[in-house]
């Protein structure tokens, strides 16, 4: 990981050449980190301590090491400190402590987006590197890009991300007074100090590198546009779905290729496609970028191109990782996203994996509290889903292959029915399986 502050200024010292080097300091071995959440009105303790495990997740994913959290109670987050002044002294306090103690807190991590007033603040009280969820993201995708296409994306997010917060960068270089104009009022052009003007080139220097990333993705999203149209009359299936929730691992055993699969957020960045062949049947069979709470508005944008596949496709599976204690809203973050590329309507099916990772805890008899997710047996979890769902989804574990030949027959029936439908003069393939069989 990466200071944003200082390596973004270097480069821009450097004209801005390339990219931001986000996850330049991996090499120098893991940092440590504080992960800061808010308890609101609409995010009870329960919700914000969900987001600081998956906050420590990507923490991890980065290569830092979490080593404490601090939560506060708020009606609303501070439009100058996000947190109350009481608490980032308190925050202040354990880092000193750390410091005394040769145990070095090299970075805070706040689990929502900040301003670049708030990041100026929070930096002026606490004296470390300061992260937010969306700069962490950043720096999370700018490891996992390997492509061109996934390399762009990701370098225009970054500088959409950098735009509204360059001020912070050139905070050595404050407006001065004096100068050449005469009379001098404030906002004068004669009171410009040499930071305004270093301000202005840099944002000038942005905006043509994001041009050019613009039209550099607009000619790469043309190439895959033509690579589309050349695959045939295949029916594209695209699996979608949470991070980590096993889409690549089942892409591999679908697949009988070796997709990168990792027990790490945003393993996959770059959209693969593979020709599988179930029972003589040929489709399209397609792994994308997974998605993610309080995903960065700038990544959507940037990798629309790349979520094209999904656009395109005939059928999605929605992967699902039963096992996770919050599915039920991972299932709806990625139901709201789908809506916002506009493939709400498109035909899907849920295939909840990971049911051998499945853990549950039967009430006491004189238990007479509310069941809760942790008290519902696989067994009633699969009944209330697929009576809720009309029996449209699918129980499996890609890890264990369970319940893998039955996935494999319901998809055989739904691509063919979908070629049937949209080829009807092109099934030649499935009379021959038919006489065949």
């Known amino acids: 990981m990466s200071s944003r ?14 990219v931001p080097a986000q996850g330049a300091a991996e090499a120098q071995g893991p940092e440590t980190a504080v992960l800061v959440g808010i308890i609101t009105p609409e995010q009870n303790e329960r919700k914000t301590a969900e987001y600081l495990d998956e906050l420590e997740f990507l923490a991890t994913t980065a290569g830092a ?5 601090f939560t506060q109670r708020l009606p609303a987050p501070s439009s100058t400190t996000y947190l ?35 990041l100026r603040n929070i930096e ?8 937010d969820r969306t700069s962490l993201i950043l720096d999370i995708f700018a490891m996992r890009a390997q492509t061109a296409s996934a390399k762009t994306q990701v370098e225009l997010a970054q500088y959409r991300y950098m735009l509204p917060r360059l001020q912070r960068l050139w905070k050595h270089l404050e407006r001065q007074g004096g100068g050449s104009g005469s009379g001098g009022g404030k906002g004068s052009v ?17 905006l043509n590198r994001m041009s050019l990333l613009k039209q550099r993705l607009a000619d ?41 699969a990792e027990n790490k957020l945003f393993a996959t960045l770059d959209t693969t496609v593979r020709k599988v062949i179930v029972d003589n049947l040929p489709f399209l069979l397609s792994d994308t970028v997974g998605f993610i709470r309080k995903l960065p508005t700038d990544l959507v944008d940037s990798f629309k191109s790349t979520l094209d596949e999904v656009r ?35 035909p899907s099916m849920i295939i909840f994996n990971k049911v051998d990772a499945y853990r549950w805890v039967e009430k006491d008899e004189d238990d007479l509290t509310p069941a809760t997710r942790e008290n519902i047996s ?38 063919r029915e979908l070629h049937v439908q949209k080829y009807p003069y092109n099934d030649f393939l499935y009379d021959t399986y038919e006489q065949t069989n």
């Open 220 to 260: 790469i999203d043309r190439q895959k546009t033509t690579q589309r149209s050349n695959r045939g009359r295949l029916i594209r299936v695209a699996l979608v779905g949470y991070t980590n929730v096993g889409k690549s691992t089942l892409m591999n055993l679908l697949s009988k290729s070796e997709v990168f």
């Open 312 to 346: 395109e496709s005939d059928l999605l599976l929605h992967i699902v990782d039963i096992s996770h204690p919050d599915f039920e809203e991972q299932i709806r973050v990625v139901e709201k996203t789908l809506a916002d590329l506009g493939c709400a309507d498109k």
């Open 190 to 206: 004669g009171l410009r100090g040499p930071g305004e003007t270093q301000l202005e080139m840099d944002r000038r220097i942005i």
């Open 84 to 118: 109350g002044i009481g608490k980032l002294k308190e925050i202040r306090q354990f880092i000193e402590s750390e410091e005394e103690a040769e145990r070095e807190v090299t970075m805070v991590i706040f689990d929502d987006e900040l301003s670049a007033k708030q």
């Open 65 to 69: 090491e979490t080593i404490k959290r």
């Open 378 to 415: 696989l067994d009633d979890l699969i009944h209330t889903w697929m009576t809720r769902l009309s029996g449209d989804c699918l129980f499996i574990s890609a890890r264990e292959r369970t319940g893998f030949d039955t996935l494999k027959q319901v998809l055989y029936n739904k691509v």
């Open 5 to 18: 502050s200082s390596t973004a200024a270097s480069r821009m010292e450097e004209g801005l050449s390339s």
């Open 124 to 131: 002026a009280e606490l004296r470390v590197r300061i992260l």
